[in-house]
């Protein structure tokens, strides 16, 4: 089992960046891939990034790709979110989650949670 804490978000202009970070309690996080979502007020939960294991694969949502950096420091127990050139559309909660592989991006496949990070991208 393991739980995660998410920190990081706040305001930020249009083009601005943020890193959120999630941060793992527990010794098996490197047993998990790692993964972002998030929700907009109004909408389902989505996919943003996943990161394998190891660290060594990545994926991420079309809408991000280009802007955003998933990393993981399993020494930390940790996993970031870099956010990069941040559009008012990316204003959503961000959630990190534990699961069994980077290759699955949805909502269900993923076991942990953490308590979400507000994300505000003003224009």
């Known amino acids: 089992q393991v739980q995660l804490v998410e920190s990081g978000g706040g305001l930020v202009q249009a083009g601005g960046s943020l890193r959120l970070s999630c941060a793992a309690s527990?010794?098996?996080?490197?047993?998990?891939?790692m993964g972002w979502f998030r929700q907009a007020p109004g909408k389902e939960r989505e996919f943003v990034a996943t990161i394998s294991r190891s660290g060594i694969t990545t994926y991420y949502a079309d809408s991000v790709k280009g802007r955003f950096t998933i990393s993981r420091d399993n020494a930390k127990n940790s996993a970031y979110l870099q956010m990069n050139s941040l559009k008012p559309e990316d204003t959503a909660v961000y959630f990190c989650a534990a699961g069994a592989r980077a290759s699955y991006v949805r909502v269900p496949d993923y076991s942990y949670w953490g308590q979400g990070t507000q994300v505000t991208v003003s224009s």
């Open positions: 527990g010794r098996t996080f490197s047993t998990y891939a």
